[in-house]
């Protein structure tokens, strides 16, 4: 018997080159031994609504959890190898979850490797920057701020072993930051480009 993962990645794999009848098989073996398994509840779902077996579709979708998440995270990796897919992954869930600034950056990015300036200029228009700066930027600086202090508190006090347990978290934040202020420079950019 196949681990989860093993036939998981197995379904996946036929799922991204359109063979259907190899990647339904392949989990609904995963569903006979692993009924509660979300995602591959979720992936039943979408095999059945592209080979037109929508009605069927809902019944494994309400066992999925929150299909908007894993449509996104489909839309996500279908990006590299299937483009038009991944679009209209992306254009349901933004349906979905206006608010989502993940969202729109990855659709409208989407929209400008496909040409279509328009469309990707809408979706960085509709990005709200205050938002992302906040939780991107000056929550982590906030963060990395107050652990500096403290750690240099705590070395003053010769609490060295403290002190070096929070200068690795704040080399943690220092990452944190590095990665998530940079998608926020990436997204103002994109919305300033656009406007």
Not at 76 to 100: C, F, H, I, K, M
Not at 162 to 173: I, K
Request: hydrophobic residues 40%; glycine residues 8%.
């Amino acid at each position: 018997m196949q681990s989860i993962g093993k036939l998981f990645e197995t379904a996946i794999s036929h799922f991204e080159k359109k063979e259907y009848r190899e990647a339904e098989q392949a989990v609904d073996e995963l569903l006979k031994t692993h009924p509660d398994f979300q995602r591959g509840q979720f992936l039943k779902a979408v095999i059945l609504e592209e080979t037109g077996k929508q009605s069927k579709a809902e019944e494994h979708y309400a066992k999925c959890g929150n299909r908007y998440t894993l449509w996104f995270r489909l839309a996500s990796q279908l990006e590299g190898t299937d483009p038009q897919r991944a679009l209209g992954y992306y254009e349901r869930v933004s349906t979905y979850d206006t608010q989502n600034n993940m969202i729109w950056f990855s659709l409208g990015s989407l929209y400008e490797k496909m040409g279509r300036s328009e469309d990707a200029g809408k979706s960085f228009r509709k990005l709200q920057m205050l938002r992302e700066i906040l939780s991107r930027v000056f929550i982590p600086l906030g963060f990395l701020i107050i652990m500096v202090t403290g750690a240099r508190l705590m070395l003053l006090k010769g609490d060295y072993g403290l002190a070096a347990v929070v200068v690795a978290s704040a080399v943690f934040c220092l990452f944190w930051l590095k990665r998530d202020g940079g998608k926020a420079i990436e997204m103002f950019r994109k919305k300033k480009q656009y406007s």
